[in-house]
T-cell receptor
Framework: NAGVMQNPRHLVRRRGQEARLRCSPM?????VYWYRQLPEEGLKFMVY????????ESGMPKERFSAEFPKEGPSILRIQQVVRGDSAAYFC??????????????FGSGTRLTVV | GQQVMQIPQYQHVQEGEDFTTYCNSS?????IQWYKQRPGGHPVFLIQ?????EVKKQKRLTFQFGEAKKNSSLHITATQTTDVGTYFC????????????FGDGTTLTVKP
């Protein structure tokens, strides 16, 4: 049973290019979360999605960032016109369906984005 | 806004010494989770605490949830070099809040 799969592991983009980060949740998990981690810092919430729905995007920058989790295929975090400040590790996590409780996340290995 | 404070930020210990990290919230929590992230790795779920005053153990790790459900601690007895990493608490303010709010973590280094 594969865990949370993220790709690519490393991504280098020039300023102004687009970055697409992909995440396939663990089998049986219907909730996907994206977090950003700057070097030597904690995990900052970006967005929470279920299939075809954005549940909470309160942590997402208003411009250049978007996320989706289509009916078929992985969740995508898209960053348009990247800037140096976007360089970070982006982690995706998944959890099972909520049934009156919260569950621990299973994290992917992350995508390390470097903007040059 | 709702924040969770984690202290200390860094802890350096000699192998064999004990280690404790604390997580504090100004708001009552629904539950709290703990994660470990090795250097260069990704966070790995350790445990979830739900009940007031709850104490759980995993080998040398002891997790506590405060009576008021506003604070928690993770204690490691007799640290080993394999314990190095950053320990994060992650909180939920209500049962149906999907997202976790993470503390800034405590980074543990262990000198052999």
């Amino acid at each position: 049973n594969a865990g949370v799969m993220q790709n690519p592991r490393h991504l280098v983009r020039r300023r102004g290019q687009e970055a697409r980060l992909r995440c396939s949740p663990m089998k049986g998990h219907s909730h996907v979360y994206w977090y950003r981690q700057l070097p030597e810092e904690g995990l900052k919430f970006m967005v929470y999605l279920q299939k075809e729905n954005i549940i909470d995007e309160s942590g997402m920058p208003k411009e250049r960032f978007s996320a989706e989790f289509p009916k078929e295929g992985p969740s995508i975090l898209r960053i348009q016109q990247v800037v140096r400040g976007d360089s970070a590790a982006y982690f995706c996590a998944s959890s099972p369906r909520l049934e009156g409780g919260n569950y621990g996340y299973t994290f992917g290995s992350g995508t390390r984005l470097t903007v040059v | 806004g709702q924040q969770v404070m984690q202290i200390p930020q860094y802890q350096h210990v000699q192998e064999g010494e004990d280690f404790t990290t604390y997580c504090n919230s100004s708001t009552t929590l629904s539950n709290i989770q703990w994660y470990k992230q090795r250097p260069g790795g990704h966070p790995v779920f350790l445990i979830q605490l739900v009940k007031s005053g709850e104490v759980k153990k995993q080998k040398r790790l002891t997790f506590q949830f405060g009576e008021a459900k506003k604070n928690s601690s993770l204690h490691i007895t007799a640290t080993q070099t394999t314990d190095v990493g950053t320990y994060f608490c992650a909180v939920h303010y209500n049962t149906n809040a999907g997202k976790s709010t993470f503390g800034d973590g405590t980074t543990l280094t262990v000198k052999p």
